[in-house]
């Protein structure tokens, strides 16, 4: 379970070093943009049936410090989502081989 | 020829494709499913692991991993706190539907003493059936609103009928269908994977760590698990089914919890109860 | 309609064990539901058990007793046969009661 720890550690780190365009201040396109692709993000990790619940409460923080005009915050928080989604996409697929190691035979 | 070709070509590796993402085909290129070493190997590591507890004692989770839990607990079961529900669920399973049936008319042997044997695969649909599921579509067979899978009803209707099997050994069946073995072994598989931002498999704490403790909880171990259910939890204050538990685990380790009676629920219930296969049904049961 | 008080009174020469399971939602008056809004008070404030026209045991109860109250103690004497008294009265005025033949 460590090893599992530090890379979801090492992916959320290197997903949100990537992520992030040369800008000061983040504008209502930005959080539209960003949105988007945490939702989306977060849609693959439905149809892969493992969707985290930090994902959804990150992106409802997103819209509700857009919808209260702070996009600098709802950015980063949907960019913060994105990386959460995409992470729970990871650990589906990697799971699904390496479960097997957890296996009592 | 080339167009139909390709075409056969294509759609073989769709099916493949499709296969492989649903897990019906094991990861494994030489793994064969074979239940009946799963369980005995499964048994093997609990009773090694706990050599002291006795094998039918397994089905009494925490209480067989804590002594003074084990007392409290024997107190507690004079006068169980899932009596009412027991009450409540006898008299529910008794009384007709609208139409002049009842729950009888829907199960073998009127469906007293028959929870040993759920869930049970289901050769016309070719999918696994819980009791739970059976109890709503024997409602709904019969003109009447399903219940819902994680509350008071349900719980109470499951209590009953695991009263009546009381002391019967857990009795799965896997006939010689391959979608019968893809069940099991998706039931096996969802039980071993990490979910949630907490990465926790059902294993991580029912094969790890039983008799640990996580916070202020003891940890049951896997093996009888679902022969207590549907449990009186003080922490719920109020009954719970084998969905409930279900889908709060999967939140508990923030993971969104699939809907009651989705196939992965189904089948792991499948696995679970399965290589448990021998111990008592000991429901409704209490938990702290 | 079936008694709230489920009771079990058993004599061992010199002392009376007794225990009871009550059904009672037990209501705080602190919790909220579903919708948000809080679900009003409702618990048992005053539980009494009666054994030779004297009350043996008393509970003074709050919000803080959980649903479904397990009370279990003893008193000295009590004959088997003899009948014990068991009723409650909640914060709405509700109450219940019920007699049990010592084992």
């Known amino acids: 379970m460590r090893n599992g720890m530090l890379n979801f550690a090492l992916v959320l780190s290197f997903l949100a070093s990537g992520a992030m365009p040369a800008r000061a201040a983040g504008s209502e396109d930005d959080f539209k943009a960003a949105y988007a692709a945490a939702d989306a993000a977060n849609k693959e990790a439905g149809k892969l049936r493992n969707q985290w619940t930090t994902t959804a409460n990150t992106l409802a923080a997103a819209k509700k410090a857009a919808d209260a005009g702070d996009f600098d915050k709802a950015t980063a928080s949907a960019k913060e989502a994105e990386a959460l989604a995409k992470a729970s996409i990871f650990q589906a697929t990697s799971e699904k081989t390496r479960w097997k190691e957890m296996e009592i035979r | 020829m080339k167009l139909r070709s390709a075409i056969t070509l294509a759609s073989a590796a769709l099916v493949i494709a499709a296969l492989t993402l649903a897990g019906a085909l094991p990861s494994g290129a030489a793994d064969k499913v074979d239940p009946v070493a799963d369980a005995k190997a499964f048994r093997k590591f609990f009773t090694d692991k706990f050599p002291k507890v006795k094998l039918e004692d397994f089905v009494n989770g925490p209480y067989s991993m804590n002594e003074d839990l084990y007392r409290q607990w024997q107190e507690k079961e004079q006068f169980p706190p899932y009596e009412f529900s027991l009450e409540m669920g006898k008299e529910m399973f008794s009384k007709p539907f609208k139409n002049g049936k009842t729950y009888a008319d ?108 996580i916070r202020a909880e003891v940890l049951a171990p896997a093996l009888g698990i679902v022969n207590a259910m549907p449990i009186y939890r003080s922490e719920w204050s109020g009954m719970g089914t084998t969905s409930r538990r279900f889908t709060t685990c999967n939140s508990q380790i923030r993971g969104v919890p699939l809907s009651p009676q989705d196939d992965e629920y189904r089948n792991v219930e499948y696995y679970l109860s399965y290589v448990s296969n021998g111990l008592p049904i000991s429901g409704p049961g209490a938990r702290p | ?17 007794v225990q009871a399971l009550i059904q009672h939602p037990m209501d705080s008056g602190f919790v909220k539901d579903a919708k948000g809004e809080i679900i009003p008070a409702h618990f048992i404030q005053q539980l009494t058990f009666e054994y030779d026209g004297k009350n043996v045991f008393t509970a003074d109860w709050g919000g803080g007793v959980s649903k479904d109250p397990y009370v279990k103690f003893a008193f ?3 004959k088997k046969g003899d009948e014990l008294k068991i009723s409650w009265v909640d914060n709405k005025g509700a109450t219940d009661t019920t007699t049990a033949k010592i084992q």
């Open chain 3, 1 to 17: 309609m079936a008694s709230t008080i489920r009771v079990r009174a058993t004599s061992s020469g010199e002392t009376t064990e």
């Open chain 3, 76 to 78: 000295k004497g009590g």
């Open chain 2, 106 to 213: 829907c199960f073998p042997n009127g469906g007293i003493g028959v929870r040993q044997n759920y869930p049970v695969f289901d050769d016309k649909e070719g999918k696994v059936i819980t009791l739970e599921l059976a109890l709503n579509r024997c409602r709904e067979a019969n003109g009447e609103a399903p219940y819902s899978y994680v509350r008071d009803e349900m719980a109470a209707l499951t209590a009953y009928m695991a009263f009546t099997s009381r002391g019967k050994p857990m009795d799965i069946k896997i006939p010689d269908d391959p979608r019968a073995l893809a069940a099991y072994e998706n039931g096996k598989e969802y039980f071993y994977t990490r979910r949630g931002q907490l990465n926790f498999s059902c294993a991580t704490c029912h094969v790890q760590s039983p008799g640990e403790r």
